[in-house]
Structure formats: structure tokens, C-alpha cells
């Protein structure tokens, strides 16, 4: 990283060993995988602040040294060659090498920090921590894309901190779940209705607020049937434990159908549960839990199971549910066509695996492709187009980086998995995508319309002859885009979630603007 020009004094070099002994306490902490990005990114800043922002300013933006966020580099703006410039330096500009005071991990954190405030620079976006829990304003002037103009409206408002997903009745009603809360909440006519839907299931909601209610989606033919899915954290205490007397019960997606009479939950029917003897932990690992739910246009259901790193070597196991996508029949049979529903202990259900973290997930009715977003570690979100039976490589094969800044891959390349039709490095915390099939936006037919929490993005990507062909950045700035829904109007619809504000989070859509 030749841009750093860093004068190596006593004093910043105590610094540098402090905060060592900092990073090296917090690795070795019990702290949970959903924390250990925070930490880390926090102690990079620190980093940073201490040893570079003299120079660089302490938002990069330059100052006796130039400017690391505006992707000019003379030495290589790739990872590894920000990481040999600090290890090294470049004694003819002024920079001494840091490899004798900061550990090839500390290095490694200070590089994904460089790249996270590049990547938020390029977006514009400031971050919801960066607002005191202030929900950003709409825009209200005409927003301008490659391929139409539209303006952002608000749809409805009040929603707890942590939604989760929602789903179209008709044109002016839906559903959505509140995670947090276990709640299920009915829409109508842009006014969110006090009184939530009673008898919805019981959930296990981990300390973190990770679990309870996730998704909601209708069947393809509600208006005939009345049919609504709903995933959640099932409550283990249902479960049998008659295993070992130190293990204790997780909880893990299940996937249930009823129907809404009165605004109560009725005629539930299980559909998919995992079995009692997978459940059995010794650890408390209870995160990613996924739980997107899509049909495709035969009526055949799916939904994903994510696994917490601790355990990821379970997504390689087809006798254990996590790290999996799953296909039921809309009743929760198996189809006869899965390609493990005679595969003598895998479990029938299950659709593809070797997933981490699937936050989205979207059937195209006009190619029959099912589409999926995952999240990586530190890094490595993916683009994935699912493919019955096929292996998506985690954790053998992954873009990203564990938490602590090493590999985790054991293989360099791609070869015997399924590779992303595009990867996030670093990553824009990736969560639901939509397929464009509606009429408002003619020229956006066939786009996928992909969100980010961290990044708070708003994507339209556009896949051909399967490459992605183009990527472009609709909106961003305005909160965690937590799930994307096409209105039966064609308007596209924003599940924006405000972590920290209580009842701030909101739907938001965005509508043709006539020009």
C-alpha cells in the first residue's frame, strides 16, 4: 500500500503492541460469531486512527499522504497488495513496513477496514450507527437510473426494529413478520393494524434477537385457497431429548402452512420440522438461521437453512439440515425428482448444499431459474443460481475470510462446486432479491433487484447467457434493505429495517415517475 506514508515513532509503536495485545484478547473472548465482525472492524479502526490518520485522515480522505478511498493506487488496490505495502512499506516514499509490530492477522483487519470504507464512500452511504438512530428522509426528487426514472414513497411506517419478510393478499394488503417480537402483522391500505395475528406458532428466539418469525409467503393460488407459509425458530422443548445427558436441544427452521379467519392463525399444518436426533448440541450455536422462502410455477415450496460457523462443516453433510435449501411439495411432500429422495440417509427434502447464510431467495417464473443471496464471512457474498443437487462449496471453497483474518477454504479454486455468478468482496452484507416481473417498470423485466444491510444498497443486476452483465446501484443511504417484494401494481416494494429505533423501521416503494 504504497499510498501510506506512516513516520515510525515510540510512541506509535507502543501504541501498535497495546492494541496487539487488544486483538489478540478479543480472538481468544468468548464472543459470538454475529459479533466477532464489530469487534474486529473496531479494533482495525482503532488501528488506523492510532497509526495512519495522521496522514491519511481519519476518514482516509487524505492529507499529507493521499487520499485511500478513491481507488488510485501506484503499488495495487487488490487485498494482497495492500497487505504487502503495509507489511513491507515503501522506504522511498516515506512508509516504513509494520510486519515487525502488527501480526499478519492485525494486517489483514486493517486491509478489510480500508476496503469497507472505500466500498461505503463509493455508495455514499453513512450507516444507520452513523445517525443516532435517526431514519434517514426519503428523497423527493426524481431519482434517475440507466433504464427508468422513479420516485421513493413511503408505504407504511411503524414497524419494530427487526422485520423480517412480507408478502402480498391482494394489491393493498400484506403481511408481515416482526422477528423480534414473534409477531405477524396485517397491512391494509398502507396502515399498519394494532392488533397483531393471533395464534401464530411458538418460536425460540435466541438472546441475540436471532430467530423467532422469519418469513411469510402465500401460495401461488391464495385466492382459491387461502394457503400462508410462514418459517420461524421452532421452540426445542418440543423436541424429545434422549441423547446424551450434557446435550442440550437447538432450535432450527421449521416451516409451517394455516390460514388467516378473524385475523387468527388457523388450520396450521406442519410441513417440514427437523428430526429429534440432529438436534442434539453441546454449544450454543443457534445463529443464520436463513429461512427465505420462494415457489416456483410447478407449486413446489422452498426454503433455506443457513449454519453458524462453528458448525459449518455441516453444510457438507446431507444427513443434517443446515447449510441446505430445501423442496417440499406445497403440502410439505417430497417430490418424487429431489435429487436426494433416494439417497440412503440424506434427508429427502433437501435441494442443494454447501450454503452459509441464504438471505434471499426468488424464483423467475419466465425462466425457471431459482435464484439465491448469501452471505459470506468477511467477504465472499454471493450471487447463486440454484441447481438441483449441486454442491455450493461451503466452507471448502469461499471468497471470503474467517473473522479472525484467516483462510478457511481448504481449496483455492472453485473446482467440484458451483461458483457465484458474482461475489461481494468485501461484503455489502447481501440479504433478499426479487425478479422483476411486473409492468410498472417494462424496461427492468428480467432484473434482479438485490439489497444490502451494511452497504444499504439497493442493486439492479441483469444476468445473460449466465453471466452477470451489468450492475447498478438504484438506491442507497436510506437503511437496511431487509427483503424486496414486486407489488401486484408492479411497483417494487422495500422492507427497510432501522436497528436502534424502535418502531422506526418501514416499507417504502418505488413508483414510476412519469417521465
Not at 394455516?258 to 454449544?283: E, F, H, K, S, Y
Not at 467477504?379 to 441447481?387: F, H, K, T
Request: aromatic share 8%; proline share 6%.
Amino acid at each position: 500500500m504504497s499510498r501510506l506514508r506512516i513516520r515510525s515513532t515510540p510512541g506509535a509503536r507502543s501504541i501498535a503492541w497495546l492494541l496487539a495485545l487488544v486483538v489478540v484478547a478479543a480472538g481468544h473472548a468468548n464472543v459470538s460469531h454475529a459479533k466477532a465482525d464489530e469487534v474486529s472492524e473496531h479494533v482495525a479502526a482503532s488501528t488506523y486512527i492510532e497509526l495512519c490518520s495522521s496522514c491519511h485522515g481519519r476518514q482516509l480522505e487524505g492529507g499529507q499522504g493521499p487520499s485511500l478511498i478513491d481507488d488510485r493506487w501506484l503499488h495495487g488496490g487488490d487485498d494482497d497488495s495492500i497487505a504487502n505495502s503495509i507489511a513491507a512499506g515503501v522506504p522511498a516514499k516515506g512508509m516504513p513496513g509494520w510486519s515487525s509490530v502488527l501480526s499478519p492477522q492485525q494486517i489483514r483487519d486493517l486491509v478489510v477496514f480500508i476496503e469497507q470504507k472505500r466500498l461505503a464512500a463509493a455508495s455514499g452511504s453513512r450507516g444507520i450507527h452513523d445517525r443516532d438512530g435517526q431514519v434517514p428522509a426519503l428523497p423527493r426528487e426524481v431519482q434517475h437510473s440507466r433504464l427508468h426514472d422513479f420516485r421513493v414513497e413511503p408505504f407504511v411506517d411503524g414497524l419494530a426494529e427487526m422485520p423480517y419478510g412480507f408478502a402480498f393478499l391482494s394489491p393493498t394488503r400484506l403481511l408481515v413478520t416482526e422477528r423480534r417480537q414473534a409477531l405477524l402483522r396485517v397491512v391494509d391500505n398502507g396502515r399498519l393494524l394494532p392488533d397483531p395475528v393471533q395464534g401464530t406458532p411458538a418460536t425460540h428466539r435466541h438472546p441475540s434477537g436471532a430467530g423467532a418469525l422469519l418469513d411469510v409467503a402465500v401460495h401461488p393460488q391464495y385466492r382459491r385457497n387461502g394457503w400462508i407459509y410462514l418459517s420461524f425458530a421452532d421452540d426445542p422443548s418440543t423436541a424429545v431429548d434422549s441423547g446424551r445427558p450434557e446435550a442440550t436441544m437447538r432450535s432450527l427452521v421449521a416451516v409451517v402452512r394455516g390460514r388467516i379467519v378473524g385475523n387468527r392463525w388457523v388450520d396450521q399444518q406442519t410441513l417440514w420440522q427437523a428430526p429429534d436426533d440432529v438436534r442434539r448440541v453441546t454449544a450454543d450455536n443457534e445463529f443464520f438461521f436463513g429461512g427465505r422462502m420462494a415457489f416456483d410455477r410447478r407449486g413446489h415450496l422452498y426454503f433455506s437453512i443457513g449454519v453458524p460457523d462453528a458448525d459449518r462443516d455441516e453444510a457438507q453433510d446431507l444427513a443434517l439440515p443446515r447449510g441446505k435449501i430445501f423442496r417440499l411439495l406445497d403440502d410439505g411432500g417430497i417430490p418424487r425428482d429431489n435429487p436426494f429422495a433416494a439417497r440412503s440417509g440424506a434427508l429427502p427434502g433437501i435441494f442443494s448444499l454447501g450454503h452459509r447464510n441464504p438471505q434471499g431467495l426468488a424464483f423467475d417464473s419466465n425462466s425457471a431459474i431459482l435464484w439465491s443471496t448469501e452471505h459470506g464471512p468477511r467477504g465472499g457474498d454471493e450471487l447463486n443460481r440454484i441447481m438441483p443437487g449441486r454442491n455450493y462449496g461451503w466452507p471448502r471453497f469461499t471468497y471470503g475470510t474467517d473473522y479472525d483474518g484467516t483462510a478457511i477454504a481448504r481449496q483455492s479454486t472453485g473446482e467440484g462446486f458451483e461458483s457465484p455468478l458474482q461475489q461481494w468482496t468485501p461484503s455489502i452484507a447481501i440479504s433478499a432479491l426479487a425478479v422483476y416481473d411486473g409492468r410498472a417498470f417494462p424496461r427492468w423485466q428480467g432484473s434482479m433487484f438485490i439489497g444490502s444491510l451494511k452497504a444499504e444498497q439497493l442493486l439492479r443486476v441483469r444476468v445473460e447467457a449466465g453471466k452477470v452483465v451489468e450492475v447498478e446501484r438504484i438506491l442507497s443511504d436510506l437503511g437496511r434493505i431487509r427483503d424486496i417484494q414486486v407489488g401486484l401494481d408492479g411497483c417494487i416494494y422495500l422492507l427497510v429495517e432501522a436497528l436502534g429505533s424502535k418502531d422506526r423501521s418501514r416499507i417504502i416503494r418505488l413508483v414510476p415517475s412519469g417521465g
